[in-house]
T-cell receptor
């Protein structure tokens, strides 16, 4: 079953604006990961946040994790047209061998 | 170059004709996994493997088989494909466990008529 659910399903913003997408999950985790997928291509790992971390930064990406609410958010600052892609959260389960992906947020950045 | 390769990239086949999608990684990763991606459903895990000869079911294993005879290869086998297996398939690998960063192949688009 899908553990990660993301919202919004789709997001359209102007270049230069910030984009925020959210992920909720159902069970305890030891980490949460965000991936990016350009249309029809393989996913690319963006960032991993551990369960004992509340916030993590990587370039223009900022990820937060709230384990009490079982949710995470991905913020992309100063977005660019090249950020247009789908973004997925992923959480390990089943002894950290199974992996569950969310349904994804499709981001469109308009130049 | 470190990579995960899949073949074929595109495949159109008919119901019931056995097929194999190959996956290979050159990073000496322990963990490998297969996913299918369908519109509105995100990625769903089919099977995963923690090491050679060690495989286990993901969330949607029905109709699929896998094997892990060598560390670098993890083929996905559809013994009798059906139209509901039309999907985009991804192979991925990770250094340690499924909890680590995964590297994805380019995908195989399968159509079963």
């Amino acid at each position: 079953s899908q553990q990660g659910e993301e919202d919004p399903q789709a997001l359209s913003i102007q270049e230069g604006e910030n984009a925020t997408m959210n992920c909720s999950y159902k069970t305890s985790i030891n980490n949460l990961q965000w991936y990016r997928q350009n249309s029809g291509r393989g996913l690319v790992h963006l960032i991993l946040i551990r369960s004992n971390e509340r916030e993590k930064h990587s370039g223009r990406l900022r990820v937060t994790l709230d384990t009490s609410k079982k949710s995470s958010s991905l913020l992309i600052t100063a977005s660019r047209a090249a950020d247009t892609a789908s973004y997925f959260c992923a959480t390990p389960s089943g002894g950290y061998q199974k992996v569950t992906f969310g349904t994804g947020t499709k981001l469109q950045v308009i130049p | 170059e470190a990579q995960v390769t899949q073949n074929p990239r595109y495949l159109i086949t008919v119901t019931g004709k056995k097929l194999t999608v190959t996956c290979s990684q050159n990073m000496n990763h322990e963990y490998m996994s297969w996913y299918r991606q369908d519109p509105g459903l995100g990625l769903r895990q089919i099977y995963y493997s923690m090491n050679v000869e060690v495989t286990d079911k993901g969330d949607v294993p029905e109709g699929y088989k896998v094997s892990r005879k060598e560390k670098r290869n993890f083929p996905l086998i559809l013994e009798s494909p059906s139209p509901n297996q039309t999907s985009l398939y991804f192979c991925a690998s990770s250094l340690g466990t499924g909890a680590g960063e995964q590297y994805f192949g380019p995908g195989t688009r399968l159509t079963v008529t």
